[in-house]
């Protein structure tokens, strides 16, 4: 299975997927990563805005929340969809 977090930042670096806003939890855990995201900005093969805007690692669920809020639902002005009621048949509750 390939590794999706890095799927998904190459689609966005390369243009195939557009805004698309990615947040991973856990600073400690990914401190590897932002040295190494750090080292790409100043080698200038990534843009640091172009991450500001579409990548947050954090510990924060409000502030994922909040990333999400501000680059997917408010950007492309999501709204809920209908809701379905479950279904004994299919075994939902």
Sequence with gaps: MPDLKKTALTLIQTGKIQEF???????????????????????QTVSEGELKEYLLITDSIDEAMEHIQKHAIHKFKLKEGKKFKPMSLLGER
């Design 21 to 43: 806003p990615v947040v991973l939890f856990g600073k400690e855990y990914w401190k590897n990563l932002i040295e190494l995201i750090q080292d790409m900005i100043s080698y």
